[in-house]
């Protein structure tokens, strides 16, 4: 029997999801320049307001696409990028707007900012290089805390105030743009930051058995009950989110193989313990396949709904790991996943992803309504096919722009 992760046939049909996804994403451009959420047949919502998250998601995702060599694909991302580079870009007080008409400059934005720049920059699109400079220069001014090692989270719209919320999610999003803009730029200093960020999270999640505490106070001390009132956040929710832990999981493989990381053990480990606290926690624990969104602190499940990017950064992780160790443990659990996508989450008759399914696997729209952007889905067709460094684009570009996919 062939191991998936490995299979040239496995990754023939990688390859042609990737590109039917990307089929069903491209209504996402704004004539006016960024990318529209979309709904589930892939046409924008209407009087859905732009965001800089979806624009930069979508210029990350086209603009891989565009290295594969795939018609149109770079048109979508020129567009998507035509969003970051005006009207979503505050010219008076700078950085971007979370959303056309919202006041506020959050972290998490500014992280996917910094990651579709780079993109875009291996790409060759046009204003790329412009706006990772830009990009780069605001997150290290207003995001990046030298002190702590971290990013803080959450400005007024002129960066005059800063909220004492702190988030590992923003975080957790900044060491993957970070990782890529390294391995676009070759400067290896995003690298050292990612390392502080990924030696925090590690260090905290292994005190609390490998559950990752999300919410914290100004001085980065955990606040367990944060959003207790609101479990199912979109990205704020109350307790362990599983997806998290996979997806910190490969973050750390990632870490691991960046230039200069020798001493990688501690990633490694840390990866592989918090992918087993993941799994036990949160895969097919009340009596259906899936993964429950989040849990308390002993592990019990709080919100069992299905989401689409669990279920993909699980694929991703297990990609990862099989990846350095060859344990074909992982390569049945990358398996057994795609497996549950196919029957589950695949939407076979209008494309893409359901991103929501209920604790039956039904699909439901209470948290993501919509089939937003192409963002997790996508990566889990990349991964699999990729070396862990460099980062998506820039191994894109190396390993599978320039030559075909062997079989």
């Not at 996979?246 to 918090?274: C, F, K, N, Q």
């Not at 993964?291 to 019990?300: A, E, L, P």
């Not at 209470?366 to 684009?393: C, E, N, S």
Request: aromatic letters at 10%.
């Amino acid at each position: 029997m062939s191991v998936w992760p490995t299979s040239p046939a496995h990754h023939r049909w990688l390859d042609q999801h990737s590109r039917d996804l990307l089929a069903f994403g491209r209504r996402t451009a704004d004539p006016e320049g960024g990318a529209r959420w979309l709904d589930g047949r892939g046409d924008p919502v209407p009087g859905r307001p732009l965001t800089a998250l979806i624009s930069a998601r979508m210029t990350h995702v086209y603009g891989i696409g565009a290295l594969l060599g795939v018609p149109g694909a770079g048109l979508v991302a020129q567009q998507a990028l035509a969003g970051l580079t005006g009207r979503l870009r505050d010219t008076t007080h700078g950085g971007w707007f979370s959303e056309l008409g919202q006041e506020g400059k959050s972290c998490y934005d500014h992280a996917f900012v910094l990651l579709a720049a780079s993109t875009a920059v291996r790409a060759g699109l046009p204003g790329a290089a412009e706006l990772l400079a830009g990009a780069e220069e605001t997150f290290l001014a207003r995001f990046w805390d030298e002190q702590a090692g971290m990013c803080v989270d959450t400005w007024d719209t002129a960066f005059t105030t800063l909220d004492d919320y702190r988030g590992i999610n923003a975080n957790m999003h900044s060491v993957e743009a970070m990782l890529s803009v390294a391995s676009v730029t070759g400067n290896r200093a995003w690298i050292e930051r990612a390392l502080r960020i990924c030696r925090f999270v590690t260090t905290t999640a292994e005190a609390h058995e490998w559950r990752i505490p999300e919410h914290y106070d100004a001085q980065w001390r955990p606040r367990p009950d944060y959003n207790s009132d609101k479990p199912a956040d979109q990205f704020k929710p109350y307790g362990a989110t599983i997806g998290h832990g996979l997806e910190w999981s490969r973050l750390l493989m990632h870490a691991a193989y960046a230039p200069g990381v020798t001493a990688s053990a501690w990633l490694i480990d840390a990866a592989r313990a918090l992918f087993d606290r993941a799994v036990t926690d949160g895969w097919a624990v009340d009596g259906a396949p899936g993964f429950v969104y989040t849990t308390d602190w002993t592990g019990r499940p709080v919100v069992r709904d299905r989401m689409h990017w669990v279920a993909a950064e699980g694929i991703a992780a297990a990609a990862a790991l099989h990846a350095h160790t060859r344990d074909r443990a992982y390569a049945d659990r990358y398996r057994t996943w795609w497996d549950y996508a196919a029957a589950h989450l695949l939407d076979h008759e209008n494309g893409s992803w359901f991103h929501q399914l209920d604790p039956a696997n039904a699909p439901t729209d209470t948290v993501w309504p919509g089939k937003a952007d192409l963002y997790h889905a996508f990566q889990a067709t990349l991964v699999p096919r990729l070396p862990l460094w460099p980062m998506l684009a820039a191994a894109v570009d190396e390993h599978l722009a320039s030559s075909p996919e062997r079989g």
